[in-house]
């Protein structure tokens, strides 16, 4: 990342039945509970630039179509103290104006609330990178948010 932003901090996840999914400009991080004691052994986890595939103990988790297109070679997962699955997936269009409003084309669709709030903070994030100095602790976006936010390209520095 170009600046010490924490992902974790004001984290709007989108809930589903096999866990969450959430994300910043970068990143698209998706976590799956599993049984306690699951094995990697018992997982299957197919990740491509525009699909992702997710089996445990032979039970499809999900599969389908991203909503975006990811760097496959950067996807990664894991399995964390044998009950959850993180699935971290690299975006290849990085702007504040890229969030996506689902997980999958069609499927874990963030409601309207989660879908606003996500866009907020993906702003905020904008705003803290191009801002490097400034401090966005106690940062709240409203206005002209959507899209990643205004455009100040064309002002003269």
């Known amino acids: 990342m170009s600046v010490h932003f924490e992902e974790r901090s004001g984290v709007i996840p989108c809930k589903t039945a096999w866990g969450s999914w959430y994300q910043t400009m970068e990143e698209v991080f998706i976590e799956v ?81 989660v879908q606003d709030q996500m866009q907020r903070k ?10 490097p100095g400034f401090d966005f602790s106690g940062a709240e976006i409203s206005g002209n948010f959507q899209g990643g936010g205004p455009d100040f390209s064309n002002l003269e520095k």
């Open 122 to 131: 993906l702003t905020l994030e904008r705003f803290q990178r191009e801002n």
């Open 33 to 113: 509970n599993v049984p306690p004691g699951t094995s990697s052994k018992e997982i299957r986890c197919k990740l491509g630039s525009r699909e992702v595939e997710l089996s445990v103990k032979g039970q499809e988790i999900f599969k389908g179509k991203l909503f975006g297109t990811t760097v496959g070679d950067e996807a990664t997962w894991t399995l964390e103290d044998k009950q959850l699955i993180r699935i971290v997936l690299m975006k290849t269009n990085r702007e504040a104006g890229n969030c996506w409003a689902s997980l999958l084309e069609g499927q874990y669709a963030a409601d309207p609330w």
